[in-house]
């Protein structure tokens, strides 16, 4: 089992950038995490990973063809704006396929060989569904190809035991979407509710045989550390024991760090850590083969104090606070209830 964490990165994600640089998902972003991780104390045994291969067979996992072939046409032309908030450059299509590819070989090598990963694309990914748009949400929220859905879905090659926890501030819709009737991805989702996409109920819990495995947990602005932890204790954790994963993808978004400029949570470095914490015990403990942690969002300072403290608890490098859980809204709080009870046998 490798004790280094791999990182995907690489400086191609500047060709995807609107030419003024004042969109909120630029690629300063990116630098920016870098420079967290450069300046964490997990750098030295950091291990940086890219290969240039493009595989369009692995967007096809998640994307429908005829989507894959319209963001090409789209780009063909140029910058350009392909929905109210979104973008794309002439090479939008190669950057992002390249991430959606690397999120492919990261999850299998780090299957394969027991490994943690983290990937820092961009475009980011978790709104992007199968055509695009996903769940009726307005625009495509600045994602091209959905990297987590490509990393759940290759998964499923190796294990039924797959947890997605994404912790950005806007649903996953994209990903919620992909995989709204696979039984086999339990998609667990906190986020604010009332902002961008607009989804994200706690009824919304997948279909079929899949019902029951996407748990969504809305939030009102200014809601924080506590209940962030009061998700990881009463609802990831029973599951995890419940299921025995035996990997997870972190759609790990950093703009539920507190003051982000588009959103109005208020987390802080204790949510990140106890997540990070507990992953990083799975991790250490062999209880799970691989977790893959995907940056999607972050647009302010979760990016420095959000990001490095997640990385630096994923490699069990910082202590354990003790933080008492507080349980959302009393009717998110009875609807999750009678999910995780109806579907899971887990009783809050
Ligand atoms: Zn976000």
Redesign the pocket.
Known sequence: MGSHINVVYSDEHWLHSDPGGTHPENPNRLEEALATLKSSTVWSTTRLYYEESLDESVLLLVHDREYVEWIKRECSRGFHYIDSDTYVTRHTYRVAARYSTLAYIATHKGFEEKEMWILLPRPPGHHAGRRGVALGAPTQGFCIFNHSAVAAKSLLEKTRKVLVIDF???HGNGTQEIFWNEPHVIHVDIHQHGIYPGTGWVSDSGSGEAVGTKINIPLPPYAGDEVYVWVLEKIVKPLNKQYSFEAVVVSA?F?SYAGDPL?QLNVTEAAYEAIALYLYELFKEKRVRTIISIL??GYGRGLREGFKAYVEALAGKRAKRRIKGKPPSSRVYRELREVLSKYHGIEL
């Open positions: 950005d501030a806007h978004g703009d959103t999607e969002g």
